[in-house]
């Protein structure tokens, strides 16, 4: 069973993760999180970037992946412009 306890908002919106679940969470100061909000439900998920070991495996799926779509090179150069408002 999951740590319970309560916490309240400040002014600012702010709210305190309570040390017992900080700990249970090996939160640090720092970390990112998700909010995700519905009716009277909020969920607070920890997210952490990948690993650099991971890097490579991502990029040799993403180019597989974009090789199966037909992307080539130069779309991904073209959609880099026009995000950046310089192509349209």
Do not use: C, W, Y
């Amino acid at each position: 069973m999951a740590n319970v306890s309560t916490t309240k908002m400040s002014s600012k919106g702010q709210v305190v993760i309570p040390e017992n679940i900080r700990k249970q969470l090996n939160l640090k100061a720092g970390a990112q999180s998700v909010v995700v909000g519905e009716k009277d439900v909020v969920i607070l998920k920890n997210i952490a970037p990948p690993n650099l070991d991971e890097f490579g495996d991502l990029i040799a799926d993403a180019r597989k992946k974009g090789k199966q779509a037909g992307i080539k090179k130069s779309d991904i150069s073209d959609a880099v412009l026009v995000a950046r408002g310089k192509k349209k």
